[in-house]
């Protein structure tokens, strides 16, 4: 599948192309939970969850007293509004 333009918001893009982005950025799908992602950074790790309505991140560890950051993304915002906000870290 061709991926939309980066400026198109998430909600116009297919499940497949979806999938295909977040592979094509390190991410691995869970083998149960296959709405579940996985990506490690250097000096950072995340769950992403694709939920009904939005992206729904968690930076394991990653706050005051190692407590995990959450953070959501809606479907309307761009795919490249997600991924600099979602893989620049927390």
Not at 39 to 47: D, F, I, L, N, S
Not at 58 to 83: C, H, N, P, Q
Request: overall charge negative.
């Amino acid at each position: 599948m061709t991926m939309p333009a980066p400026n198109t918001p998430l909600y116009s893009h297919p499940l497949p192309v979806i999938e295909e982005w977040l592979l094509a950025q390190g991410c691995q799908q869970d083998r149960e939970g296959l709405h579940c992602w996985h990506v490690q950074r250097p000096g950072w790790q995340a769950e992403l969850v694709l939920d009904i309505e939005q992206v729904s991140v968690r930076y394991l560890g990653a706050g005051v007293g190692g407590r995990d950051i959450t953070r959501s993304f809606k479907y309307s915002l761009t795919r490249e509004d997600v991924e600099n906000a979602v893989f620049s870290g927390p």
